[in-house]
């Protein structure tokens, strides 16, 4: 079973970056596709981005051209790179391993971008 862990939220003002990371551990995750999601207090959580094995990218509409995700398969590693940060990405940030139809999810990190 994999454990995924994420890092990197935190207080940021607006127009700035963060780097989110999610580490795996327990078994690889290079020929998984993997995600990144959010999440905000009464809402559902949504798709911010998605990568499969191959390097295939998906993005949600609110933020392309301002995320980048990406994945380090050494490291087993995935990323999310956020530019020029807007008040309403603040959220929950999860990322989620597929296997299959098993889905694991790490516990996610807090992102606050302030005006």
């Known amino acids: 079973q994999v454990q995924l862990v994420e890092s990197g939220g935190g207080l940021v003002q607006a127009g700035g970056s963060l780097t989110l990371s999610c580490a795996a551990s327990?078994?690889?995750?290079?020929?998984?596709?993997m995600g990144w999601y959010r999440q905000v207090p009464g809402k559902q959580r949504e798709l911010v981005a998605r990568?499969?094995?191959?390097?295939?990218?998906n993005y949600a509409d609110s933020v392309k051209g301002r995320f980048t995700i990406s994945r380090d398969n050494a490291k087993n590693t995935l990323y999310l790179h956020m530019n020029t940060l807007k008040p309403e990405d603040t959220a929950v940030y999860y990322c989620?391993?597929?296997?299959?139809?098993?889905?694991?999810w790490g516990q996610g990190t807090r992102v606050t971008v302030s005006l």
């Open positions: 989620r391993a597929e296997f299959g139809l098993v889905l694991s």
């Open positions: 990568i499969t094995s191959g390097g295939n990218t």
């Open positions: 327990g078994r690889s995750i290079s020929y998984n596709p």
